[in-house]
């Protein structure tokens, strides 16, 4: 069992950048992917990024050269880095975790406004 915790989200405005954190109850070292998503309003939820246990990364063409996932293993976080802010990146974003089992656990969420 993973307990995740986000932290970092807020307003912004157009063209600001913010850092999320994902803090996971215990050691992420064996977990496969860790993962963000975000569900804007009326909309479905939809995957932003992944790392995998070995850094290999992979993103959201809507995200590409915009944000950046990473994690760190000693300490059981993940982290996204979001620059160039758009309106349209505005949603509750998740942190996820994926075990090589199949076990996937979930954050509460954390709210990113990007308006002026």
């Known amino acids: 069992q993973v307990q995740l915790v986000e932290s970092g989200g807020g307003l912004v405005q157009p063209g600001g950048s913010l850092r999320l954190s994902c803090a996971a109850s215990?050691?992420?070292?064996?977990?496969?992917?860790m993962a963000w998503y975000r569900q804007a309003p009326g909309k479905e939820r939809e995957l932003v990024a992944t790392?995998?246990?070995?850094?290999?990364?992979n993103y959201a063409d809507s995200v590409k050269g915009r944000f950046t996932i990473s994690r760190d293993n000693a300490r059981n976080t993940a982290h996204l880095q979001m620059s160039s802010l758009k309106p349209e990146d505005t949603a509750v974003y998740y942190c996820n975790a994926n075990a090589r089992d199949g076990s996937t656990w979930w954050g509460q969420g954390t709210q990113v406004t990007v308006s002026s």
């Open positions: 790392i995998t246990s070995i850094g290999i990364t």
């Open positions: 215990r050691s992420i070292f064996s977990i496969n992917v």
